[in-house]
């Protein structure tokens, strides 16, 4: 027959589940929230107020339950769509930076739970919200031109929207910014357009240059026929028709003749007179 276990040997028995059961307890009793973390204690579902923070933390065994929420920054891209004041359809995604407010954590676990109720739930319709009112105070056309107005706004809105949640907006970024096909064929005409427009004022401008380089020109035409004429009445003027035909003739800027003629000497002497005599044949 085997032999049944002492009363001291119950005691031993039962005194190591003891200690077993209370390392155990012991374990359980504490919870330690690390940096960039604050903690949520449940005790039998209810949720407790007062968050907990980076650092150890005693919470009841067995009854008791923590849920650790990231406060560090967190980053969603949203989209959205809205009308602008002109009535044409505009959308945009934008990214939010942002993080949870590390004392409200407790009211987030209440009304909204996790981190992904939280952004489907509220920064996702808010950034919506707050996207409606800053592009219906503008014309889509003031809202490309003047982008960094519409971020401004809408900026106001989500953090005066999501401040209430315990969520701090860090930063947002406008990812995309798109309108209507057919407002882009519009702006695709006016550009179109616009262009024409200055390639018409740049050949009206090139004419007008030019027009003005042929009155230059023939002014300095006319001065310089003006200044020869003065020459050629003034004395001497006959010397220098001749010099000039001369001159042509050795630079072979005109033919020689085969007849030179030339005038008579002294103050009646007259320019160089040049003829062919197959000419005068003729």
Known sequence: MSKQPSFDGWQSIVGGLIAALLVLLSFNSFVVINPGQAGVLSVLGKAQDGALLEGIHFKPPLVSSVDIYDVTVQKFEVPAQSSTKDLQDLSASFA???RLDPTEVVTIRRTQGTLQNIVA???APQTQESFKIAAARRTVEEA???R????????NALNSRLEK????VLDTSVVDLAFSPEFAKAVEEKQIAEQRAQRAVYVAQEAEQQAQADINRAKGKAEAQRLLAETLKAQGGELVLQKEAIEAWREGGAPMPKVLVMGGEGKGAGVPFMFNLTDLAN
């Open 96 to 98: 939010i930076n942002f």
């Open 121 to 123: 739930k509220i920064i």
């Open 144 to 146: 490309i031109t003047k």
């Open 148 to 155: 960094s107005e519409l971020k401004e706004d809408f900026d």
């Open 165 to 168: 949640y315990g969520i701090i």
